[in-house]
């Protein structure tokens, strides 16, 4: 079994408050990536990482549904295309956060794959 940390889990009470903030609220039932309904207790996505005050930090958390969540972060460029949700999360990020934003632009521009947002 995975050791936590004494800080990690000093944090982990906080991160599960949040964590069913976000499900209680029924504005924020949706994935992340593809918008459809989500069942609960979904998965939890830290848009900007889980490092420092991200772990817990409410604007860097969203709902997703197992199957987006697992592609988006396992599958290549190439991939992830194909799934109708990709390049529309892609353009969402502008507006939710500019940072991962330009980071999702970059690994586009990286695959060589021509693309169209």
Request: aromatic share 10%.
């Amino acid at each position: 079994m995975r050791k936590i940390s004494k800080k990690r889990a000093k944090e982990t009470p906080e991160y599960n408050r949040v964590c069913k903030e976000i499900r209680d609220d029924p504005a924020l039932r949706f994935c992340i990536f593809c918008l459809r309904p989500v069942n609960l207790p979904g998965e939890i996505h830290h848009l900007e990482g889980r490092d420092g005050d991200l772990y817990a930090e409410k604007e860097n958390l969203f709902l997703s549904h197992h199957d987006c969540h697992h592609h988006y972060h396992h599958s290549t460029v190439e991939v992830l295309l194909r799934f109708n949700w990709y390049l529309n999360f892609v353009r969402r990020l502008e507006d939710i956060n500019f940072r991962v934003h330009m980071k999702e632009i970059n690994r586009l521009d990286k695959s060589n794959i021509e693309y169209k947002l």
